[in-house]
Antibody
Framework: QVQLVQSGAEVKKPGASVKVSCKASGYTFTSYGISWVRQAPGQGLEWMGWISAYNGNTNYAQKLQGRVTMTTDTSTSTAYMELRSLRSDDTAVYYCARDSSIAVADLDYWGQGTLVTVSS | EIVLTQSPGTLSLSPGERATLSCRAS???????LAWYQQKPGQAPRLLIY???SRATGIPDRFSGSGSGTDFTLTISRLEPEDFAVYYCQQYGSSPAFGPGTKVDIK
């Protein structure tokens, strides 16, 4: 069965960086994309970006350009999302999700979420 | 950039009633690249509908999606207790984005 298992909660200071991992299993990793979505406390969903697990192509949300980097390690079927220059409004639950195709698509499987808290 | 608007913000209904949720896009959504998700407190979202009207695997047939262009609708024909949740639409054409959500709560 398809599973996406994310790394644990993080607490970071403003200005620091965070790197969240998402280990996939139960499917051919390189045949799909991975998107990252975040949700601030009590707020809605925000699409952060997408990476092709086939060739590493990326598409980032404009507001995060320059602060976010998404990568994959095909040898371990793991996707990573790094966010730099953290601010308090980056406090959120971060989700990885599988795109239903190799391109940007609907998100058919989701990780359990990783809470990132940014606080001095 | 396509902006999605969802209405109403909150829908208060009783079990057994019909729920009609609206999602409107600021520009036409190409090839009906429109999805609907359900989210319950403390849980990750769950895909309900993709391609505007196709049910995802394992989704009961009381959930249906319709629409094209800029106007889309999610209908729950008869609300079950487990359907009370927040529902988000998402366009996944250019620069994917989510709508702000509609909360369906118990009247």
């Amino acid at each position: 069965q398809v599973q996406l298992v994310q790394s644990g909660a993080e607490v970071k200071k403003p200005g620091a960086s965070v790197k969240v991992s998402c280990k996939a299993s139960g499917y051919t990793f390189t045949s799909y994309g991975i998107s990252w979505v975040r949700q601030a406390p009590g707020q809605g969903l925000e699409w952060m970006g997408w990476i092709s697990a086939y060739n590493g192509n990326t598409n980032y949300a404009q507001k995060l350009q320059g602060r976010v980097t998404m990568t994959t390690d095909t040898s371990t079927s793991t996707a990573y999302m790094e966010l730099r220059s953290l601010r308090s409004d980056d406090t959120a639950v971060y989700y990885c999700a599988r795109d239903s195709s190799i391109a940007v698509a609907d998100l058919d499987y989701w990780g359990q979420g990783t809470l990132v808290t940014v606080s001095s | 950039e396509i902006v999605l608007t969802q209405s109403p913000g909150t829908l208060s209904l009783s079990p057994g009633e019909r729920a009609t949720l609206s999602c409107r896009a600021s520009q036409s959504v190409s090839s009906s690249y429109l999805a609907w998700y359900q989210q319950k407190p403390g849980q990750a979202p769950r895909l309900l509908i993709y391609g505007a009207s196709s049910r995802a695997t394992g989704i009961p047939d009381r959930f249906s999606g319709s629409g094209s262009g800029t106007d889309f609708t999610l209908t729950i024909s008869r609300l079950e207790p487990e359907d009370f949740a927040v529902y988000y639409c998402q366009q996944y054409g250019s620069s994917p984005a989510f709508g702000p959500g509609t909360k369906v709560d118990i009247k």
